[in-house]
C-alpha cells in the first residue's frame, strides 16, 4: 500500500536509500494497471493507468503478450520514482526481467536520467544494474507486413506524418494516446481515425517529495508511452506499434560522465533496438518501429507542410501538456526553444503569413528572438534540452531561409546569415544531405516504399 501524505518525510535526503523495489503489478478486466514500488521499506508508490480493452475484459487469447507487457511497462514506469533518489541498487520482485529487457532497464536508468544527472549537478550517472533470467527461445521477427497497427499521437506534426504514412500503406490502423491534451484530440479529429484513449495517473505525492528535497528532472517518457502503447494494442489485438521518432532524436545535447546527454535517448535509435529487443522476448509477435526513423526533421517539416488541414490543431510546444492543468497553455507559448525550432523547420516550406497565422507571431521577425534561434545551431551554448532537432538541420534551414526572398529580409533571418552561418563550414547543414533519408532504421520493408513517398521531396 502506498504511504500515508502524513507519512511522507519533511525533509527528503535523496543519500538516505540504498535500493529501489519493484514490488507488484496488477492488470484487472477493465484495464486498470496498478503499478507499485518503494525506496527501502521507508516510501511506497503508486502508478495507474486505465487502458481501453474490448468488450471490457482482457483477452485470454493474448495472456502471455500482454503478462510480458505488463511487466514491461512496470520496470520501465519505474524510472519516474527512482528518481527521487536514485538508489545504487534495484530489487525485482514481481519477477526478473529476461537479458534484452535488463539490457534496456541499464539504458534507461542511467543514460535515460543523463539529463536529470547533468542538470542536477550530481557527480556522475547513476548506474543501477538490473537481474537477467534466462532467455525465452523465439522465432525471428518477420519483415512483412504488420496486419493491425497502433499509432501513438502527441499532437504535434511528427505523430501527423507519422500515421498519414501507415494510412497510406493501407494497414488496418487506429491511433493511441495517453491523455487527451488540446492538441491530442484535434489531431485525432481532424485524422479522422478510430483512437485508443489511455490516461496515467503518477502518484499524487511526487511533488511533496520535490519540495521535501528528492532529485527532480527529466525521465525517459516516450519510452514509457511506447510501453502503455504496446500493452494496449496486445489489449486489442494489433500486432505492431508504429513510433513517429525521427532520425535526428539520437543526437545528444552536451558530452558528459562519457556519454552522450540526450534530451530525447528514448526517442533515439539505440533505446528503439533496445525496447524492441525486450519486447520480442517478452511479448513473442508484437513489433515496435519507428515509421520517422530514416528522416530528419527538416524532411518530416517538409512533408508535414503540405498537410495543411492539420496546421490549425497541432501545437508541439510542451506548454500545452504540463502536468499541472491550471499551467497548461492552449497553444504555442512563442518563447521556448521547441516553438521556434518548429517555426524555424517550417518556415522554408511556408509563408510568413501562413505561420504567423499558425504560431500567432512571426518569430523570425522579432529581434528579441535572436539568442534562442542561435542556440538552435548551439551558437551560444549547447543545444537546449529540449525535442529539437540537430545542429545541422538549424544550419540547413537558416541557408534556405537566407535564398528565399519571402524570408530573407526578417530580422531574425538576416542576423543568423550574418553572424551565425559564418561560424560553421560551408558544408554543414547542406540541405541536401540532411533531407537524404538514411538506411538506419527498423522500418518493416513492405512500408518503405510509402516512407519515401510520403517524406520525398
Known sequence: MAADAKQLPALFDPTAFRTFRFIDRELDARGHVTLRYALDEAIFFVEQFDLPVPAGRVPEADRDRVDGLLSLLHWVAGVSYFKTALPPSVLCESGTPTPDAAALLDALYSEGLAELAYTNSLAGLPRPRFPSAPAPVQAPVSDDAPSRVLVPVGGGKDSAVA?????????????????????????????????????????????????????????????????????????????????????????????????????????????????????????????????????????IARAFARMQPYHAAFTSCNASFRLDPALRASSWCCDCPKCRFVFLALAPFSTPEHLSAVFGRDLLDEDSQFAGFALLTASGGHKPFECVGEERESLAAIRLLGDDPRWSAHRVVRRLVAEVLPQHPADVGDPDAVFALSDEHAVPAALLADVRAVLGA
Open 163 to 299: 500515421l498519414e504514412i501507415v494510412r497510406r500503406s493501407g494497414c488496418e490502423l487506429a491511433l493511441f494516446s495517453v491523455g487527451d491534451a488540446a492538441p491530442i484530440a484535434r489531431t485525432v479529429a481532424v485524422a479522422g481515425l478510430p483512437r485508443l484513449l489511455a490516461t496515467r495517473t503518477l502518484d499524487p505525492r511526487l511533488p511533496a517529495l520535490g519540495d521535501a528535497g528528492a532529485l527532480n528532472g527529466h525521465v525517459p517518457v516516450t519510452a514509457i508511452v511506447s510501453c502503455a502503447a504496446l500493452l494496449t494494442a496486445a489489449l486489442n489485438g494489433f500486432d505492431a506499434v508504429a513510433m513517429a521518432n525521427e532520425r535526428s532524436a539520437s543526437a545528444g545535447n552536451v558530452q558528459w560522465d562519457g556519454v552522450d546527454v540526450n534530451h530525447q535517448f528514448s526517442k533515439g535509435l539505440r533505446a528503439e533496438r533496445l525496447l524492441s529487443a525486450a519486447v520480442e522476448e517478452l511479448a513473442p509477435g508484437m513489433r515496435l518501429f519507428s515509421v520517422l526513423r530514416p528522416a530528419s526533421e527538416l524532411a
